[in-house]
């Protein structure tokens, strides 16, 4: 018989990291608040939140440096410890911190990431000067963020991105980085780029269609939360040796009414149910 042991550790991160609004700390909050009565687990948490800057990326980054080098070293606790983790964040930008440990202690994994955006751009490319923009370049060495560039490339699936700069669109057309395109084949696509390789999940909430949960940025042509749960299926079946959920804001506006994360993470929950299981044949 096939038995599986479970061995996750839950953590929240919601001080600043970029933020256009102090809507993603508060999501993160209530995504880590459902996770601890779903997981029975308690977290630990990094940062608290604070005023938002709304700055050029080297600003924020410098204001971001304490709490995602704390970020950076729960992780490296959490792989110490054999277990693997399972975070909410505020906002992408956090992958700074995360994604580069994942790929020093699972350099065999893949980092699927679920985004509307490629978060591709470098300091000398960008556009906006915004940091989450610059999140998956740092940590696959495209720019020093000082948090280390350790994931390659070619570990790299990017899934549902749709609104890509130039300078990332000539990285997908060139083939450094792969993407499986909403539609269709989602899923087969996605099993085809990942094969039977361990995976990491990061995803950003922009990644589903507008309006189905709160987010900064809404691009048309998403995922539906039936997509989702479809992703989430495919990649339970490998090992999943973490996941990070951010972007989600805690409401539509302002001062508006709270909406509950459980929604979306009743389609995760293939993958956190997964996340830090090893199976035993008994």
Do not use: K
């Not at 993470?265 to 035993?280: V, Y």
């Amino acid at each position: 018989m096939t038995t599986r042991t479970a061995q996750r550790a839950l953590t929240v991160f919601h001080g600043r990291a970029g933020d256009h609004n102090s809507l993603g700390m508060a999501g993160a909050a209530a995504i880590g608040e459902e996770l601890r009565h779903r997981l029975a687990l308690e977290p630990t948490v990094i940062g608290s939140p604070e005023p938002v800057l709304d700055a050029n990326w080297d600003e924020e980054l410098a204001a971001a440096l304490p709490n995602l080098r704390a970020m950076a070293a729960r992780y490296e606790a959490i792989f110490a410890a054999g277990q693997a983790p399972v975070t909410a964040l505020s906002r992408c930008t956090v992958a700074l911190a995360t994604v580069p440990v994942v790929a020093r202690n699972h350099p065999d994994a893949v980092v699927v990431w679920l985004d509307a955006h490629a978060d591709l751009n470098t300091p000398a490319n960008t556009g906006t000067g915004y940091l989450g923009g610059l999140a998956l370049g740092g940590a696959i060495g495209l720019w020093d963020s000082g948090l280390g560039g350790d994931l390659a490339a070619a570990s790299v699936v990017l899934v549902g991105t749709r609104d890509m700069d130039p300078p990332e669109q000539r990285l997908i057309d060139g083939g450094t980085i792969t993407l499986v395109a909403a539609g269709p084949d989602l899923t087969a696509d996605l099993r085809g780029a990942v094969g039977d390789r361990p995976v990491y999940v990061h995803l950003d909430c922009d990644v589903l269609e507008p309006g189905i949960v709160p987010t900064d940025y809404r691009v048309p042509g998403g995922l539906t939360l039936d997509d989702l749960r479809g992703v989430a299926e495919v990649l339970a079946r490998n090992e999943v040796v973490g996941i990070e959920i951010g972007e989600f804001e805690a409401s539509f506006e302002p001062q508006g009414r709270a909406i509950s994360p459980a929604a979306l993470l009743d389609a995760l929950a293939p993958l956190t149910d997964a996340t830090g299981s090893q199976r035993r044949l008994s």
